[in-house]
């Protein structure tokens, strides 16, 4: 099976600027996640699909921060404008469903530096 | 909210010993679940081992094995025969019921410990 996929690797940007991240979960994995990770902290859910509906965004900064999951498959993640305290690895997850027996499987993290 | 505190910023171990791992949570709920996570140089998150707070029993994955107190609310992972390859950063994780209460939310996660296993 097919892990998530994220991109980009890296990313350096000004701030002020703007800056998208791209996620593929696992195939049939109906619920996405967005975890912040600032370095040094443990992740910090951003926000959680449950196929293209929001479940929970409570801690996504709505002013600057976006997300989207057109047609319940791939999600991106949208900063503008970008601010220094931003620079952090953007992880995304998937799993089957929602729920404690459902492992969320992860990607291997976009990590943003703003200048 | 829930809170996991992990207080071990960096535990260093030599290859083929024991190692523990502290976690402290704090909840006012009953049921929940805990969980011990691995992040190597890859940034990938991998999931080591799961404990359901109704089990008095605590879970074991080979080399890896917890001690859960639930009234001290405390959660520990054991490494045992370290390995090379279990160098990374391991996070504790913490899911409880959604603000709704009818069904389980959000992973919280701690502060991570850094592991380093020395030849």
């Known amino acids: 099976e097919a892990g998530v996929a994220q991109s980009p690797r890296y990313k350096i940007i000004e701030k002020r600027q703007s800056v998208a991240f791209w996620c593929n979960p696992i195939?049939?994995?109906?619920?996405l996640y967005w975890y912040q990770q600032i370095l040094g902290q443990g992740p910090k859910l951003l926000i959680q699909?449950?196929?293209?509906?929001?479940?929970?965004d409570s801690q996504l900064p709505k002013d600057r921060f976006s997300a989207e999951r057109l047609k319940g498959v791939d999600s991106t993640l949208k900063i503008q404008p970008a601010k220094l305290e931003d620079s952090a690895v953007y992880l995304c997850?998937?799993?089957?469903?929602?729920?404690?027996?459902?492992?969320?499987?992860f990607g291997n993290g976009t990590r943003l530096t703003v200048t | 909210a829930q809170t996991v505190t992990q207080s071990q910023p960096e535990m260093s171990v030599q290859e083929a010993e024991t190692v523990t791992l502290s976690c402290t949570y704090d909840?006012?709920?009953?049921?929940?679940?805990l969980f011990w996570y691995k992040q190597p140089p890859s940034r990938q998150m991998i999931l080591v081992i799961r404990?359901?707070?109704?089990?008095?029993q605590n879970a074991t994955e080979n080399r890896f094995s917890v001690n859960f107190q639930k009234a001290a609310k405390s959660f520990s992972l054991k490494i045992s025969d370290s390995q090379l390859g279990d160098t990374a950063m391991y996070f504790c994780?913490?899911?409880?019921?959604?603000?709704?209460?009818?069904?389980?939310?959000?992973?919280?996660f701690g502060q991570g410990t850094i592991l380093t296993v020395h030849p």
């Open positions: 997850a998937s799993s089957l469903e929602t729920g404690p027996d459902s492992p969320l499987h």
């Open positions: 195939s049939g994995h109906a619920t």
């Open positions: 699909f449950q196929n293209n509906g929001v479940v929970d």
């Open positions: 909840t006012s709920e009953s049921n929940y679940y």
């Open positions: 404990q359901e707070a109704y089990k008095q």
């Open positions: 994780a913490f899911m409880g019921r959604d603000a709704g209460g009818t069904s389980y939310g959000k992973l919280t």
